[in-house]
């Protein structure tokens, strides 16, 4: 029994794409230009999805877009032009003119392109075929029409089946898969990546294209494959991509330090190893916390390192570590990356009920009061990557007992103290050195364990002592 022929979505499509880029359209149209809305855009649409970028191509030249928008900026040598067509901070419009890429050699990006004039060639050399469609029109026939000209009724172009897979949920790329996939190596991951977001299968000769060429990944620059790992950490569950990247040896590529987490044993959940407590921990974390999500992804990477130790013991700091060099490969933001570093160095904390008030503000101190939720948020992932309730280990009893304290305005660092350096220097003639900096750290610690010793005169006879004491 065949499948129904899929709806035709094009007055979907009409209604969605919005008034700006439709009245670009219309401007290419009235200067005897073909004007297509191509790539995800038109495939979110068709999934009832939100589309993010609504991108154009057109068989105008650059420099004809140049002169038919005016302001307009060409971005680079394979044929987009920015467009903004409003006021300063309204949203850019890329439009690029149709081509064929040629001769790409370094398995990452065509050396050279040549335009065109047919949509469908366009669409030909695009990655798969629920990214190759468009919505538009050819130019009307007569190529210089009257400016009141009707425009032409635009139109769905599907040449390889993507409305087709898009209804049956599959991910296959246009054409020969190894021919793609040797153009461009990311393609490879944006598959699993699409794959995850999507909730698609990928099809059977896709996936096997991509175990075929896995290696050809370690050609990829560590910022192109961090944008598809941020993306696909944001998933409902990221967990698909990440056995897909697995099953497919791309992980063994990308990040071999996780991959060295298969068949290492967890002892946690029967039938887990560390790799499937990586990916359940991973699930768990919020998406709404993308800090709290790498760090899961990375948090037990120092185990296999340490698996004679103990087993395990140190590996939050190995771990640290190597999370350190990961972030550094991927090119991460050093902000981003010292946080997620942090939060691995940190994910190994045991709260007791019997802790002190000062032992809570030196975990607060230890920790920091901005990276807290952070470091709460991974421990509940973790305790549900390990098979336990999210809460266990005393966490809501040790939230309270930190907000307690958060509230009650306890001094955390040199900065809340009574007095400071130019004080000491001042009134007790310390001179600026590494013993201004002890005598600074050991009134904090002071001050930590009792807040009540927080007051100008006390501090003073205290760090008169402790100079005294070195004298």
């Not at 050819?138 to 897979?165: E, I, K, Q, S």
């Not at 409902?236 to 791309?250: D, V």
């Not at 045991?350 to 030196?362: G, K, Q």
Request: proline fraction near 7%.
């Amino acid at each position: 029994m065949t499948s129904p022929a899929p709806r035709d979505p094009t007055s979907d499509i009409a209604a969605a794409v919005p008034d700006g880029v439709q009245a670009l359209m219309a401007r290419l149209w009235s200067h005897g230009h073909a004007a297509y809305v191509v790539g995800g855009s038109i495939r979110d649409t068709i999934l009832g999805r939100p589309a993010a970028d609504w991108d154009l191509a057109t068989d105008a030249r650059p420099d004809r877009l140049l002169s038919i928008f005016p302001g307009a900026v060409y971005e680079n040598q394979f044929g987009t032009v920015a467009v903004r067509e409003a006021a300063p901070g309204a949203p850019v419009n890329e439009i690029t003119t149709f081509r064929t890429d040629h001769e790409y050699a370094d398995f990452r990006r065509p050396h050279r392109v040549e335009f065109g004039d047919d949509v469908r060639l366009d669409l030909a050399r695009r990655d798969f075929t629920v990214n190759a469609m468009a919505w538009g029109a050819d130019a009307l026939p007569d190529r210089h029409p009257p400016l009141d000209a009707a425009p032409p009724a635009p139109g769905l172009v599907d040449p390889f089946g993507g409305l087709g897979d898009c209804g049956a949920g599959l991910l296959r790329a246009v054409g020969d898969p190894d021919v793609r996939f040797r153009e461009d190596a990311l393609r490879m991951v944006r598959a699993v990546r699409l794959a995850t977001v999507l909730g698609f299968a990928i099809e059977a000769a896709t996936l096997e294209a991509i175990r075929r060429n896995a290696g050809l990944a370690g050609h990829l620059s560590g910022e192109r494959v961090a944008a598809e790992l941020d993306k696909l950490l944001a998933a409902e569950r990221p967990s698909t991509g990440l056995a897909l990247l697995a099953s497919t040896g791309l992980l063994d590529v990308l990040l071999p330090e996780l991959a060295e987490q298969r068949g290492v044993p967890q002892n946690k959940i029967p039938g887990d190893d560390l790799w499937a407590h990586t990916l359940r921990t991973v699930d768990a974390a919020p998406a709404s916390r993308p800090v709290v999500r790498l760090a899961a992804l990375l948090h037990d990477v120092g185990k296999p390192a340490t698996i004679e130790d103990g087993p395990f013991r140190g590996h939050e700091v190995v771990g640290a570590e190597q999370a350190a060099v990961v972030l550094a490969r991927l090119r991460l933001p050093k902000a981003v990356a010292e946080r997620v570093v942090h939060l691995v160095r940190q994910h190994m904390f045991t709260y007791e009920a019997s802790w002190s008030d000062a032992a809570v503000r030196r975990f607060i101190q230890r920790v920091g009061i901005a990276a807290l939720p952070d470091l709460l948020a991974l421990r509940e992932a973790d305790n549900a990557g390990s098979g336990t309730a999210p809460d266990e280990h005393g966490l809501p009893e040790l939230r309270r007992r930190v907000k307690a304290e958060l509230d009650a305005s306890v001094v955390f660092d040199r900065r809340g103290l009574a007095v400071h350096g130019d004080d000491l220097m001042a009134e007790l003639g310390i001179p600026a050195g590494p013993t201004l900096g002890r005598v600074l750290d050991e009134l904090l610690e002071r001050v930590i364990a009792d807040p009540s010793l927080n007051d100008r005169p006390t501090l003073l006879l205290l760090a008169e002592s402790l100079v005294s004491e070195d004298e």
